[in-house]
């Protein structure tokens, strides 16, 4: 099964409920154009690299608090939801970026970074809706190491359960839409 590699902290903030929108530039071993989905259902593949308090919004510090006091076994991964692609887009826009972000837990700062890698790539918004699952761990392998976006951990999706309502992430979606149109 296809999975998206990202902070373990955004995925908390996803499985909670405090975001719903990914940005995405892509990884240095990603394809040269940018962020690209492969897949419009994975699982969420925690990540420990790159992660700093000053990458996060003040109130969501809690969150990379719980990564760091709860690591993963030795050699293993935690996987504890997967996610939908409900809508997407790409933009160059940084007034349509700033919009966005009430969907997402990064720091002005860490996404003016993101930014300002490849500057000629757009930003991808991603819309996500998020499904907790019964806790796995997965063996960590070579192959899932370096700065690229999907892998494939080969294993199944488990029947999951909405982090949010359909109501809640259809008034989501709907603002999504309108900002990025």
């Known amino acids: ?26 990884g240095i071993l990603d394809v040269a154009s940018g962020f690209r989905i492969e897949s419009k259902k994975f699982l969420l593949f925690p990540t420990q690299e790159h992660q700093e308090y ?12 719980q990564v760091k006091s709860n690591p993963p076994k030795n ?6 939801s997967y996610a939908e692609v409900l809508a997407d887009a790409d933009i160059l826009s940084e007034e349509t970026i700033k919009r966005l972000s009430s969907f997402h837990i990064w720091s002005d700062s860490y996404i003016n970074e993101r930014r300002n890698w490849k500057p ?12 907790k699952i019964p806790e796995f761990n997965t063996p960590l392998k070579s192959e899932y190491q370096g700065c690229k976006s999907w892998i494939n951990i080969n294993e199944e999706i488990p029947i999951g359960e909405a982090v949010l309502s359909d109501s809640k992430i259809e008034l989501k979606l709907n603002e999504f839409k309108e900002i990025v149109k």
């Open 1 to 26: 099964m296809e999975s998206l590699k990202e902070w373990a902290t955004v995925i908390n903030a996803l499985e909670n409920g405090d975001q719903t929108v990914l940005l995405r530039k892509g």
């Open 54 to 65: 000053n990458h996060i919004k003040p109130q969501f510090h809690n969150y990379l608090e």
């Open 75 to 80: 050699g293993f991964n935690r996987i504890t």
């Open 120 to 131: 000629e790539n757009p930003m991808k918004a991603v819309f996500l809706k998020v499904y």
